[in-house]
């Protein structure tokens, strides 16, 4: 990752009061906010022209990135999301540029609104299953106590639940920041990766 820095919050415990996605996560295919993407792709590695796809809406699945074969076996629209890493790979439904888009709240506000929790600004390795279990190495970061940042924390582990994870948070910031890495499954391709400050819960900090 460099110098670039993904910058979001966990709190320890989960919130007492229901909490819903504020934002919106997709899939860009070469343009966000006016700008070109970290990954962009106009066609992707089956020739079809590569479209946006709206992930997750307010906590709920909205839409599925597809190729040729999942298209047609699924009965859903085609999005350009076939990916190789070399022309002797066979092309896989896999991510371009993920984003959760972000919304009204100063960064600065999330931190002072936390008595307990972590501040976690870079994430190494993470994985995903088709059962939406996920575990995330975290990096650096900071304890937060009343309010305010306190002592550094480096080479952690969060994990949980994905729609959990998502259905948690409850202020996104407006601050935004792309970065680009590699994604491994299987084949190891370049994705590019954005999100604004965020606050959520977390079931497993260690």
Same mark, same amino acid.
């Given at each position: ?9 966990? $709190? ?6 229901? +909490? ?16 070109? +993407?970290?990954? &962009? @792709? ?6 079809? =022209? ?8 307010? #906590?709920?699945? !909205?839409?599925? @990135? *597809?190729? %040729?074969? *999942? =298209?047609?076996?699924?009965? $859903? ?7 190789? !890493?070399?022309?002797?790979?066979? &092309?896989?439904?896999? @991510?371009?540029?993920? !984003? ?11 931190? !002072? ?6 501040? %976690?600004?870079?994430?190494? *390795?993470?994985? #995903? ?6 575990? +995330?190495?975290?990096?650096? /970061?900071?304890?937060?106590?009343? /309010?305010?940042?306190?002592? &550094?924390?480096?080479?952690? @582990? ?14 996104? #910031? ?8 590699? +994604? *491994? ?8 990766? /954005? ?12």
């Amino acid at each position: 990752m460099g110098k670039r820095r993904r910058h979001f919050l966990v $709190l320890q415990q989960k919130s007492s009061q229901g +909490c819903t996605v504020l934002g919106v996560t997709g899939y860009y295919a070469h343009t966000a906010f006016g700008q070109p +993407c970290p990954v &962009p @792709m106009h066609f992707d590695d089956e020739a079809t =022209a590569a479209v946006d796809v709206c992930i997750i809406n307010k #906590g709920q699945r !909205a839409n599925s @990135m *597809t190729n %040729l074969y *999942t =298209a047609e076996a699924l009965s $859903l629209p085609l999005t350009g999301n076939a990916r190789c !890493a070399t022309p002797e790979d066979e &092309p896989m439904v896999r @991510m371009r540029n993920t !984003a959760l888009l972000p919304w009204h709240d100063n960064p600065a506000d999330i931190i !002072a609104s936390i008595d307990n929790g972590y501040y %976690l600004t870079q994430a190494g *390795t993470c994985y #995903g299953d088709i059962n939406g279990d996920f575990g +995330c190495e975290i990096k650096s /970061g900071y304890v937060i106590r009343g /309010g305010k940042l306190c002592e &550094p924390i480096k080479n952690c @582990m969060l994990g949980g639940k994905a729609a959990e994870f998502m259905q948690s948070i409850s202020m996104v #910031g407006n601050d935004f920041q792309w970065f680009a890495d590699d +994604c *491994t499954k299987w084949q190891v391709i370049k994705v590019g990766q /954005g999100a604004p400050t965020i606050k959520a819960s977390v079931l497993v900090m260690q």
